[in-house]
Each structure stands twice: as C-alpha cells, then as structure tokens.
C-alpha cells in the first residue's frame, strides 16, 4: 500500500479452508463469481509477485468502501446472501470479516460491532479479525499467507475486556440486577466514587471486567471469559436489551503491538448477538 497520510481502514471477507480442493469448484458451487471484487487462490499456490505463498485454500472478497458507515457494510452483505449460496457453504469452511486499519499517531484504532453486524456475523457462522497497524505496508494482498521472507517486531502488551452498564438508577440497584457477581463502580448517579467528584450527567456506571491475565491473554479469550461471567443472567440481560433506562454492551481496551491481530470468535459473536450486547474495542499501541 501507498504510504498513508491519515487514519484509514477497510474491510475484506475470506472463506478458507486448510484442503487440497480445489478452489474454483467452490467458486462455482457456491456462485462466488456472481460478485465483484474476488480473488481466489488455491492452498500451496504461489502470489503471482512469487513473495507469499498460500496456506490455506483462500477466497478473498473486497468489501465495498464502508468507512464510518455500519449501514453500507449491512447493504454488501445482503448481497453476498442475495447473489450467492453462502448461507448454504459447508461448516468445513471458515468465513471471517477482516478490518484492516492504519493509523497516525499511538492510539491505535479500534472497532464497534453493533447487534445489526453481529446478526449479519452469526448469520453467517463468521469470525471478526482485527488487524492494526501504525506503519504503511500491511501485507494484506495476501491473506492466509506466509511471506517468504519478513522481519516482524514485538512489543509488550495489555488489554483486557469488560462488560459496562448505564443507567440512571442508583448502582446499588443496578447491582442487584446481578446478584453473585462483583462489580466496579465507575459513577453513582454521576458521582465519581474515586474523587468524589460530582459530573454534570446523573447516570450510573458499573463494570464487570475480565479475571485474566491482561499482560498475556488476547482479546478474544477476555471475552470469553466476560462472557462466562454472564452466562447465568441472559435472560435478565435480554429484558434490559429492550429497555430504554438502560445501556450495556461488551468493551475492550488496551496498548497493544505494532501490527497487532486480533480475532473474535464465530461463538463468541453468537453468544454477544444472543445476549444483546454490542463489542465496542479502543486501542492504544505500546
């Protein structure tokens, strides 16, 4: 890529699987090639440049330009189920939505997935992969790849997830909501426990964050285990969904290495979706 004078992002889909079949079969089978913006390469074959070579059997497809609107990105996938079989593809295959982004300076940028993407998602048995970078040159012509010949750097990191609530209700009340569970109170009715400082809005904030290592675990398995933690109160958490004296969602946060990859599982997209909670990830490079 050209070297990048502002934040930028975009988005690609692959469909992959570590076989020797044939690619252009499930091209065909599947109806692939009825959108644009596919490429297709088989497992062991060579980039035509000769620098990577392929690991997997690899479908790519170029999202069309959906920057800073969730809207456009519903719009293309209602296409690829409109145009093609892929609701039928087989549970062999791995369907993953990448989002690749280039940033400016140390915040590095993060991702939001609101319940009309994690629908799409789980529609589609998907994974999210998150690939960020702070340099120029991402290497994602090639994906599911191996260069043949890279230097790759390594920083410390530390992230960790948690699940947020809001509301205007006291936080003790709020934490009854959940009994067995330990919460931290980030506001009481806008004050602010740790300076005692009152803020200009009356809301409430509780947060429950992940129990592991948050210099060695990535992001996904916090999200695991957030998860987990929850897992007894879907249904209480599916009444607060639908009502408006509430907000909740899953967050993440962290400084993280530059590049850095992270991968959201297709369970955990399933089990955020049926839970109601959104996945808003803020990160910073290390």
Known sequence: MSQQQSYSEYFYLTITQDSEQDVQQIIEQYHFD???GYEAWNKGQISDDGTHQFQQMCIRFDVDDCQDDAQQL??????????????????DFNCTL??????????GAGFHLNIDLLRELS???ARFHLHGHLDQDDGH??????PIATIEESRP???YAYFCIWSKLPAKELQQ????????????QGLKLETKRQLKHRNSLLKLCSRLNRETVKLNEHISDVLEQ????QSTLQQLFFNPQYSLGISATGHVENPHHRLVSAANIQQLFALGLSLDVDYYFA
């Open 157 to 159: 990191c530390s992230e």
């Open 74 to 91: 519903f719009h293309w996938f209602t296409r690829l189920k409109h145009n093609t079989s892929i609701l039928q593809i087989s549970p």
């Open 141 to 146: 012509d090639y994906p599911y790849a191996k």
């Open 177 to 188: 909501l959940f009994p067995e569970l330990t919460f931290e109170v980030g506001f009481d």
């Open 98 to 107: 990448h989002l690749v982004t280039h940033d400016v300076n140390t915040q």
């Open 230 to 233: 929850l897992q007894p109160y």
């Open 34 to 36: 009825q959108m644009c």
């Open 123 to 125: 529609e589609l048995n």
